[in-house]
C-alpha cells in the first residue's frame, strides 16, 4: 500500500484586490473583492514507502503549496491526500510523529542558541527518552560530520552546518515520510554535495520516503529515479527520469577538435552543426546514431579531442513545458 496517497488534490487562494488611494483603503475594509489563484489542481499521484522522488517545476508551479497539504500546514480547496495512513490537515500527534517537513529558506533552530538547545526541546516535543535522545543524536552526528559544530551558536555556523544542522533537527524524531523543499538552496558545491550524500545514506539506512523539490538539477539526478513535473498547478508528467530524458532530449551534442580545419560541407554529413569555430566544430547527434557518428569522424578524420554531452536536464524539462502533457504512469 503506498504510504503517500494524492488524489485530485486542489488548492486555490483567495487574494485580496486592494487598490491604492484612500478609497482604495476603504473598498478594502467596507467591500473586499478577492481574485483566485489556483495555485494546484486536480493533482493525483502515490508513492510507495522508501521512494526517494524529485518534485519538479518552474517558480510558482505549485511545489511548496502541494507540499504544506502533504505536511498539513495547508487544508486542501479540493481532493483527498493520505500521509501514512493520515489525513494530514487533522495534524493529530501521531501524524506529526511520522514526518517532517524542511524548508531551505525557513529555519527552526534558534538563531542564538547553540543547536544543541533547540535538539533539546525537540526531544522534549516528541517526547524522546535521553538515553534514546542521546542515541539518535550520535547517529545523526556523525552521518552528518556535524561534530563539534551544535554547541556555537547557530548563527557561528555556515550556511552549509546550519542546514545540516537543521536536517538533524527534523530528523531527530525519525520520520517515516521527509518533505524537502530546497534543501541545498544557496549552498556551495561542496555543501551541496555533503548533503545529497546524507540524504542518500538517510534514506538507505532507516527506509525513509522522502519527497524533495530543488532547482539544483545534479540534487534530483543524484538521488531520484522518478520525478513529478508540475507546471501552473498541474502534474504534467510522473515517472522515470531517465525516459524522460530519452523522450524529451533525443539528441546529444558532440564536440570535436579536429587536426585541421574541415569543410562545412564535410561536418554537415556527420549531425546538426550548432557551432564551427576553426577547427572546433559542435553538432546534435540523434542519441540512436551517436555510436555509428562517433565511429565513422574517428574514421574518416584525424581528431585532436572529441566529447559526448547531453543538453542540460533545465533544457529538456523547458521543452517538455512547450510541448504540453506528457503522462508515464
Ligand atoms: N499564501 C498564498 N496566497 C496567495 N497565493 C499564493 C500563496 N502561496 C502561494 N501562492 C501562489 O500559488 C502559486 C504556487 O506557489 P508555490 O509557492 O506553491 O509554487 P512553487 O512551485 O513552490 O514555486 P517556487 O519554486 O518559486 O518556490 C503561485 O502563483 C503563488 O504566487
Not at 487574494?15 to 491604492?20: Q, R, W
Not at 484612500?22 to 494546484?40: D, E, I, P, S, W
Not at 518534485?55 to 497539504?69: E, V
Not at 547527434?285 to 574514421?299: D, F, G, M, N, Q
Amino acid at each position: 500500500m503506498p504510504i503517500i496517497e494524492v488524489e485530485n488534490l486542489s488548492k486555490t487562494y483567495p487574494v485580496a484586490i486592494k487598490e491604492a488611494g484612500l478609497k482604495g483603503t476603504l473598498n478594502h475594509f467596507f467591500r473586499r473583492q478577492y481574485r483566485y489563484v489556483k495555485a494546484v489542481q486536480n493533482v493525483s499521484f502515490q508513492i510507495e514507502a522508501g521512494e526517494m522522488v524529485g518534485f519538479l517545476g518552474p517558480n510558482g508551479a505549485g511545489k511548496t503549496t502541494t507540499l504544506k497539504m502533504l505536511a498539513g500546514l495547508i487544508h486542501p480547496s479540493g481532493g483527498s491526500v493520505s500521509v501514512a495512513s493520515y489525513i494530514p490537515f487533522r495534524r493529530q500527534p501521531k501524524f506529526l510523529q511520522k514526518i517532517s517537513l524542511v524548508m531551505g529558506q525557513k529555519q527552526q533552530l534558534l538563531w542564538d542558541l547553540p543547536a544543541m538547545d533547540s535538539l533539546r526541546i525537540n526531544a522534549a516535543v516528541y517526547k524522546i527518552p535521553d538515553k534514546e535522545f542521546k542515541r539518535r543524536l550520535g547517529e545523526l552526528t556523525e552521518l552528518l560530520s556535524l561534530e563539534d559544530k551544535l554547541k556555537q551558536p547557530v548563527r557561528k555556523l555556515s550556511l552549509g552546518e546550519r542546514m545540516k544542522a537543521e536536517l538533524l533537527a527534523a530528523l531527530l524524531h525519525q520520520p517515516q515520510v521527509l518533505f524537502l523543499d530546497e534543501p541545498t538552496l544557496g549552498l556551495d558545491v561542496n555543501a551541496q554535495v555533503a548533503v545529497r550524500e546524507f540524504l542518500k545514506l538517510y534514506n538507505q539506512h532507516y527506509q525513509a520516503t522522502i519527497l524533495l523539490t530543488s532547482h539544483y538539477m545534479a540534487d534530483i539526478t543524484a538521488l531520484c529515479d522518478r520525478v513529478l513535473i508540475i507546471h501552473q498547478g498541474q502534474l504534467m508528467y510522473d515517472g522515470n527520469l531517465d525516459k524522460l530524458l530519452e523522450q524529451f532530449a533525443p539528441c546529444s551534442e558532440i564536440r570535436v577538435e579536429f587536426a585541421q580545419v574541415l569543410p562545412p560541407e564535410q561536418l554537415a554529413d556527420y549531425g546538426e552543426i550548432e557551432a564551427i569555430e576553426g577547427r572546433k566544430a559542435r553538432f546534435l547527434v540523434p542519441r540512436e546514431e551517436l555510436t555509428k557518428t562517433v565511429s565513422r569522424i574517428l574514421a574518416q578524420t584525424e581528431v585532436v579531442d572529441l566529447s559526448i554531452t547531453d543538453p542540460p536536464i533545465e533544457e529538456t524539462i523547458g521543452r517538455l513545458f512547450n510541448a504540453g502533457v506528457v503522462e508515464e504512469k
